[in-house]
């Protein structure tokens, strides 16, 4: 009876570890609102590329993610009504205003790019021929045949270009800016490029065409693009108290930095940007170490094996 009476004891310990594990589990999963993720994403190519990072490694964790194409006035206004989780795409010091508006209904979880730039570029055989500098561009006035290659009609970009020229600014008033879509400006410059000729253009990293061309940014434009080539830094951004609401996928977030080469090296992958993004971990799975630490699977397993299973890393 006494060794009948001990089994029953055991049984009655294992029973409430059996309990307590199986209720610490649960504990650690998220809740059940935290499974599906949504992103805003303007239409941008690199903010397309950071998004597909996100949400292949989210997927492999067991969560379910939406992105939402939505302007950059819409995507903060749905991110102060609660409508999207987050946002990758916070570039600063450009949506300053945009900050100073929503800053009570937000939350900024970590810078995840430096190092952007947006200015006036050439080919690297032109910089080398004397083009390094705004201030260069008028000596070599016949060989550019007077003409800065912009982007989109309307831009604010081509207007502080066309500011620059009706000022004279750099002795350039007798210049004009080409406007078309970005690609069209791009199909210039390869073929440009192929003949040797000269060409200065708009130009912005991260964006394959630091990839696809052997190109130089011009100094001397900080009165129109700011300092250090029109530097930039990219933040994530997430709705109010979203990190308090799924602390998992905060964790997620506030670990995901990203690099110039390898935004460059996505972007100019022929594939969709999840496709792209999925490849180009398989290819550097290093950076799974870092991106995954501390994070859990939506049901409160370790995330590394995890998506390195689901992703065939080996």
Request: hydrophobic letters at 40%; aromatic letters at 10%; proline letters at 4%.
């Amino acid at each position: 009876m006494k060794a009948l009476s001990l089994s029953k004891t055991g049984l009655k310990i294992a029973s409430v570890a059996s309990l307590l594990i199986g209720s610490s589990l649960a504990l650690s999963a998220e809740p059940e609102q935290c499974k599906k993720v949504t992103f805003s994403d303007p239409g941008w190519t690199d903010i397309g590329a950071t998004n597909g990072v996100a949400t292949t490694l989210l997927k492999a964790m067991g969560y379910d993610t939406q992105v939402y194409l939505l302007s950059v006035p819409v995507g903060f206004e749905s991110l102060k009504n609660g409508e999207i989780d987050a946002f990758m795409g916070n570039w600063m010091p450009a949506q300053s205003a945009f900050i100073d508006k929503y800053e009570n209904n937000i939350d900024v979880v970590r810078t995840n790019l430096e190092g952007v730039k947006f200015t006036l570029a050439v080919p690297k055989y032109v910089f080398d021929a004397g083009v390094t500098d705004f201030s260069d561009l008028s000596k070599f006035g016949k060989e550019f045949r007077q003409r800065i290659y912009g982007i989109g009609a309307g831009a604010p970009a081509n207007q502080k270009l066309q500011n620059m020229i009706d000022t004279n600014d750099f002795d350039l008033k007798d210049w004009k800016v080409v406007e078309s879509g970005e690609q069209a400006m791009l199909s210039q410059v390869t073929r440009t490029v192929k003949r040797d000729n000269f060409i200065v253009f708009l130009a912005w990293e991260p964006h394959p065409m630091n990839v696809n061309f052997d190109l130089k940014y011009l100094s001397g434009g900080d009165k129109y693009f700011g300092p250090n080539f029109g530097g930039a830094t990219i933040r994530t951004l997430t709705r109010k108290g979203y990190a308090n609401e799924c602390k998992n996928v905060s964790k997620l977030l506030s670990n995901l930095e990203f690099g110039l080469t390898m935004e460059n090296e996505i972007i100019g992958s022929e594939e969709k940007p999840e496709q792209a993004a999925a490849s180009w971990i398989k290819a550097h799975p290093e950076v799974l170490d870092k991106w995954l630490q501390g994070v859990t699977t939506y049901q409160g397993q370790p995330a590394l094996p995890a998506v390195k299973k689901q992703l065939s890393i080996m």
